[in-house]
């Protein structure tokens, strides 16, 4: 007993110390981030100004159309913006330091919902080291400088949010609010909705009902969500005379010409959508390695890590612990809901690129895995948890080192 609890707790003094090395990296990235890289600032100006074009672009994410540029992404994280940038102008550089706010409250809300399921302290606190510094939700939260990783951020605390009210017996109308705001960041968090009906009922009552309850419980849910969703329509048709356009047919850094990335050769080949990627993105998300391309004539030179990625298999292999989630109600609607969700990205022209060591687009549905692995876990799995955790922050931490000597591609 006594060398496992010496082993358990040198594990964890490995684990908090390569944490505090991440959060301190995190506050210095937030320090000395740049002004101008983060297109959501140049949205939130437009919204004060009473426009929704904007006068230029920080980034190639930028839709000309009609001889007007439009940033493309749904438009909540501008407005967490708009109050700093009221304040500082476009030249407002404190969007990792939002970000971070964000990554604190998501961090305190699933502690907050591990409580709500009963979970094991030491359990919860090795899964809250793992979301928080071994999962894409670090990278996006010091990246918040970057518009794509500044969306996430503040979709995964939303979506977090709905989850905290259906899980502690909050708010319906609330989570619904959430959902849409998520949706209003992240489009595809819109597909939550059944799960978050999934745990608003008893363990006893029928998921299909016309009684009087359970519709009043459908409309407050989805209503609020109703509403985010006829928003976006309304902001697409304003801007590009179509509810259902986007703007991605418009984006500014689409021509190959203009550069040639690995993306700008895909949208000119295949499009936005296409099968052929299927193959490259589902690698890259369950199975890709850590890797890092050497040169030199001995190839003892590190080069540049792979920037489409880590697989979230590799990088957090302590998500596997899901596989033995309970098939209860909201467990089997929830894998449906990560099915829907992250089976159409892997026909999307983007993995997620540039990124180093996480599939960031797993953020969208990982919030049903940490619930999945909520329902898992018992005290007895803490040593191969911990274990994993452990292993997943170190990878982080060394990705991090190299990114900081400035080994990216």
Not at 118 to 134: E, P, Q, S, T
């Amino acid at each position: 007993m006594l060398s496992r609890i010496n082993a358990m707790g040198v594990l964890f003094a490995i684990a908090a110390l390569m944490a505090l090395a991440l959060a301190a990296g995190l506050a210095l990235y937030a320090i000395v981030e740049n002004p101008n890289s983060n297109s959501y600032a140049l949205l939130a100006e437009a919204f004060l100004n009473g426009r929704l074009d904007t006068t230029t672009c920080f980034d190639g994410d930028c839709a000309r159309f009609e001889d007007k540029i439009f940033v493309m992404f749904p438009p909540v994280p501008a407005i967490i913006a708009l109050p700093f940038v009221a304040l500082f102008g476009i030249n407002f550089s404190g969007f990792v330091f939002l970000a971070a706010v964000a990554f604190a409250v998501s961090v305190w809300l699933w502690w907050q919902i591990f409580e709500g399921l009963k979970l094991d302290r030491d359990v919860a606190i090795w899964l809250l080291l793992g979301l928080a510094f071994a999962t894409p939700l670090y990278f996006v939260t010091i990246r918040g400088d970057g518009i794509w990783f500044f969306a996430q951020s503040i979709g995964f605390m939303f979506t977090s949010l709905a989850i905290h009210q259906m899980v502690r017996g909050g708010c319906l109308i609330l989570a619904g609010a959430c959902i849409g705001a998520a949706f209003l960041c992240r489009q595809m968090a819109v597909f939550y909705l059944p799960f978050l009906f999934a745990l608003s009922l008893d363990r006893f009552e029928p998921l299909i009902s016309f009684s009087r309850q359970h519709i009043i419980r459908v409309l407050k849910l989805g209503l609020p969500a109703g509403v985010a969703v006829l928003i976006y329509l309304t902001y697409n048709y304003l801007r590009f005379g179509d509810p259902m356009q986007t703007g991605y047919p418009y984006m500014i850094g689409a021509d190959i010409a203009e550069g040639g990335s690995m993306i700008n050769y895909r949208l000119a080949e295949h499009g936005l959508w296409s099968s052929a990627y299927v193959l490259f993105n589902a690698l890259y998300m369950f199975v890709q390695g850590f890797h890092m391309d050497f040169g030199g004539n001995s190839m003892v030179d590190p080069v540049a890590l792979d920037p489409s990625g880590t697989a979230l298999l590799a990088a957090s292999p302590f998500v596997l612990f899901a596989f033995f989630a309970p098939m209860r109600r909201p467990v089997l609607i929830g894998i449906a809901t990560i099915l829907v969700i992250a089976v159409p990205t892997l026909f999307y022209h983007s993995n997620g690129y540039s990124q180093y060591n996480v599939q960031r687009y797993a953020l969208d549905w990982l919030p049903i895995v940490f619930y999945m692995l909520a329902l898992a876990l018992a005290d007895k799995d803490i040593r191969g948890l911990a274990l994993l955790v452990t292993f997943g922050i170190g990878l982080n931490l060394v990705t991090m080192a190299f990114l900081a000597l400035g080994l990216t591609a």
